[in-house]
């Protein structure tokens, strides 16, 4: 069964930097397909970028803005979600998602429900 937990949350002021870990367990069934999604305040929970742990390829290439950048360790099993230059309304709970379909952003990867294993989110709070 794949388990998968977050860290890295904080507070910090506009303008700062936090990297995000997702740990990924479990060998019942390969789950292939990481995601990070967030949820900010009062709204639906969105998606990040996801990648596929077997070579690393993410998607987007690119986060628009450039201050998102999701990345895989060598280990293949620790997923991260390096935030540049945070704004205020990247305030939200920061969650890591795991799948076992091959084909990692097809089309309506950006729902939450076409993923099946969750964390409890990681909380991010940038205040000034």
């Known amino acids: 069964q794949t388990q998968v937990v977050e860290s890295g949350g904080g507070s910090v002021q506009p303008g700062g930097s936090l990297r995000l870990s997702c740990i990924k367990s479990g060998v019942a069934f390969p789950s292939y397909c990481m995601a990070w999604f967030r949820q900010a305040p009062g709204k639906e929970r969105e998606a990040i970028a996801v990648?596929?742990?077997?070579?690393?390829?993410?998607y987007p290439a690119n986060s628009p803005n450039g201050r998102f950048t999701i990345s895989l360790d060598n280990n293949k099993y620790t997923l991260y979600l390096q935030i540049d230059d945070l704004q205020l309304e990247d305030t939200g709970k920061y969650y890591c998602?795991?799948?076992?379909?091959?084909?990692?952003?097809?089309?309506?990867?950006?729902?939450?429900?076409?993923?099946?294993?969750w964390g409890q989110g990681t909380q991010v709070t940038v205040s000034s």
């Open positions: 990648v596929d742990t077997r070579n690393g390829s993410t």
């Open positions: 998602a795991a799948d076992r379909t091959s084909f990692c952003w097809r089309a309506g990867w950006e729902h939450p429900t076409r993923w099946t294993y």
